[in-house]
């Protein structure tokens, strides 16, 4: 069955970095845009970035952008989501997903289980 599993996450100083991964297995990879998503408590999910089945083309939230990179190996069947120069705000929970078609769709059907980041201050 399709399984998205995200790992990486962690406590981390504001300023600092995190590498998220998400594996994937059940499909095969290489044919699907992978997002990147946050939650925090209280709050609306937020679509952080998504990265196209080749690789080639890949979108940021403003939120983001500039200090999280998304990229993947589809050899690997991951897709990694670096984040840098981390703030407090930041803190959530982080998910991956698998895109219907491209990113530009904004349709996601299976989801990851998600792994928590807290960034302090």
């Known amino acids: 069955q399709v399984q998205l599993v995200e790992s990486g996450g962690g406590l981390v100083q504001a300023g600092g970095s995190l590498r998220l991964s998400c594996a994937a297995s059940?499909?095969?990879?290489?044919?699907?845009?992978i997002g990147w998503f946050r939650q925090a408590p209280g709050k609306e999910r937020e679509t952080l970035s998504c990265?196209?089945?080749?690789?080639?083309?890949?979108y940021y939230a403003d939120s983001v952008k500039g200090r999280f990179a998304i990229s993947r190996d589809n050899a690997k069947k991951t897709v990694y989501l670096q984040m840098n120069s981390l703030k407090p705000e930041d803190t959530a929970v982080y998910y991956c997903?698998?895109?219907?078609?491209?990113?530009?769709?904004?349709?996601?059907?299976?989801w990851g289980q998600g792994t928590q980041v807290t960034v302090s201050s």
């Open positions: 990265i196209s089945s080749s690789g080639a083309s890949t």
């Open positions: 997903a698998r895109g219907v078609g491209l990113c530009s769709n904004n349709r996601y059907n299976y």
């Open positions: 059940g499909f095969t990879l290489d044919y699907y845009a």
